[in-house]
């Protein structure tokens, strides 16, 4: 409503003899309890008009009912100024913005954003935190495409390391020569499973070790197993054949396993990054430090910088025996990837645990003159837990990825069921049904609640076709096509002399916002925003259903095509939010 603010901008200066600034002018929507669509806060005007807030708003009320022939009427609440637009104005609005198919679509920015999500260990299968990482990752990534930013996804895969020389270990020592295929198991799975020997089997002999005399942490560090496993780690880096042989071996089955999962979930990757490849970098970084008197070295030979100042603590970025520590793969990577991509901004999609780390990070970037540090953004993220007793894993400890899916699927499928709803459906369409409602419902309810946030996530809560959900967002979408379907709509510009009822308006109102919550919730890198705002529009357009005669039984031809249109945009805007949310909605349930 910029004519609002244009207009209230030359009454304080007609009325009051003052030039403000446009930021001055506060438009809300109008509270429920009030007559009116838009409301005007007068407290920031007071200083200008030397009056009450109620003269203040009354002056400006008065003023934009005689200038602005939008403005009908208006009413004041304390210092809130109420207006009332003419219905003429919704109709124009809806003919001339909401039917443009380009409605909410905005032009390249010229930007370049970098989205890194997922980042898995391939020692065993993604898991129901992976789960969250994942959803989230995408979805920014394409809000952020919505809004105009040109946006490269990448997966950094933790592909080396004690962890994963375990798995390896373990499948020496007890695999028999298994595999997926021998075993019928994805591939992740099978290398997961030979983790938790490991583990089993390390901890037998820990205890063997204590009641022979050792401590725990002398056991920790005594037992042969682990002494074998750091041994091939260290065969790996000298570039051992056959160590490095196992491992691309098996970390082979791991990426066809986690292919499957993502494929499943809806993720994609524009390019992959591997530890295996980058462990080493950030050495050069650490050099250019110590040049710059960034780093400082300790006796030992170590390297390390002080943050004191800046309210952390000093940190190490190499070890006295010159290897790599966490951070310096991370510092040497951060520079790769904006070698490769040249991003104007960079978003790190990792669990709150890491929040110290990338403050640590990035400020250490920021101190070696990395001009692009200041375009570095962590998405922290809270835990996901699930009620007690949900859902066990097979390793007992966490859920994996894959069977959680599986769950949704099958939870969709009885709900489903059990409404007849699916009756006239053949069984390819069924199941099509079932995984997009399954896996509708798991989407929207981890991305609906704020990022920050840990939540708890109940499968069967999450899959029902009434309140704040993903099936009933798909059900309202399947609801409105059928309508279309039914009255043989046509897009088509109606009359604007028609007479609106109240949700009539307030549904035109609410998408036309649509342009703004998608550019609001890209800046804020949050799902959640998006997700409630295409909740209300579903909310509020099956009051209008429920309140309007039966819409393809309208008489008045011109009142059923506005209706019709209505039902259309809503239609179009659910299909095209969800989507960005990475969530199908089907045009029939």
Not at 509 to 538: C, H, M, Q, R, V
Request: include cysteine; aromatic fraction near 10%; glycine fraction near 8%.
């Amino acid at each position: 409503m910029n004519f609002i603010i244009t207009a209230a901008l030359n009454g304080v200066k007609q009325l009051y003899n003052e030039d403000v600034a446009e930021s001055v002018i506060n438009i809300q929507d109008t509270r429920k309890e009030f007559e009116g669509q838009a409301t005007i806060v007068v407290f920031p005007l007071i200083k200008f008009s030397k009056k009450s807030p109620e003269a203040t708003a009354n002056d400006l009320g008065s003023y934009l009912v005689e200038h602005v022939e939008e403005v009908i009427a208006f009413n004041v609440v304390k210092g809130f100024l109420n207006l009332s637009i003419v219905d003429s104005y919704w109709f124009d609005l809806m003919n001339s913005q909401l039917l443009d198919p380009s409605f909410g679509t905005f032009k390249p920015n010229g930007k370049k954003v970098m989205v890194e999500y997922s980042s898995p260990n391939t020692n065993k299968p993604l898991h129901l935190g992976h789960v969250r990482n994942n959803l989230l990752g995408y979805s920014v990534a394409e809000l952020l495409k919505a809004s105009g930013y040109d946006v490269y996804k990448v997966n950094l895969v933790n592909d080396r390391g004690i962890h994963i020389c375990k798995s390896m270990l373990a499948w020496q020592k007890w695999g028999n020569g298994e595999t997926p295929e021998s075993t019928g198991l994805k591939g992740d799975h099978l290398v997961g499973k030979y983790y938790v020997i490991f583990d089993k089997e390390y901890k037998k002999e820990i205890e063997s070790l204590k009641i022979a005399g050792e401590t725990e942490e002398e056991a920790k560090k005594n037992a042969p197993l682990i002494k074998e496993a750091q041994k091939m780690l260290l065969d790996w880096e000298a570039g051992d054949a056959e160590v490095i042989s196992l491992w691309e071996k098996m970390n082979g089955w791991v990426y066809k396993g986690f292919d499957v999962t993502y494929k499943n979930l809806g993720v994609d990757f524009d390019k992959y990054y591997y530890e295996s490849n980058t462990y080493l970098l950030g050495k050069g970084i650490v050099d250019e430090g110590l040049e710059k008197g960034v780093f400082f070295k300790k006796p030992d030979g170590s390297v390390w910088i002080d943050l004191t100042n800046d309210g952390l603590d000093q940190k190490l970025v190499l070890r006295a025996d010159g290897t790599s520590v966490y951070i310096t793969q991370d510092l040497g990577t951060a520079q790769m990837k904006y070698d490769d991509f040249n991003m104007d901004e960079s978003l790190y999609v990792v669990g709150n645990e890491q929040d110290y780390h990338f403050k640590v990070l990035f400020l250490i970037l920021d101190k070696l003159g990395k001009t692009w540090a200041k375009g570095l953004h962590h998405l922290s993220y809270g835990m996901v837990d699930l009620p007690s007793g949900k859902m066990k894993s097979r390793e007992g400890t966490v859920v994996d990825a894959d069977d959680l899916i599986s769950e949704m699927v099958s939870t969709a499928r009885q709900k489903t069921e059990a409404l007849g709803k699916v009756n006239n459906l053949s069984e390819d369409e069924k199941d099509s049904l079932y995984y997009q409602i399954g896996m509708g419902a798991l989407k929207y309810f981890l991305l609906k609640v704020e990022p920050k946030k840990r939540l708890l996530f109940d499968p069967a809560e999450s899959i029902d076709f009434q309140g704040n959900t993903g099936p009933f967002i798909q059900y309202t979408h399947a609801r409105i096509k059928s309508l279309l379907a039914k009255a043989s709509y046509v897009t088509a510009k109606t009359s604007n002399d028609m007479a609106l009822s109240e949700t009539e308006s307030d549904m035109i109102i609410l998408l036309s916002k649509y342009p703004i919550e998608i550019e609001g919730a890209a800046k804020a890198y949050s799902p959640a925003t998006l997700s409630n705002y295409l909740y209300e529009i579903a909310k509020l357009f099956n009051k209008f259903y429920h309140e309007a005669p039966p819409i393809f039984k309208e008489e008045d031809a011109e009142l059923k095509q506005f209706r019709l249109n209505i039902s259309a945009v809503t239609a179009d805007l659910l299909k095209r939010g969800m989507h960005i949310l990475g969530i199908t909605v089907p045009e029939r349930m």
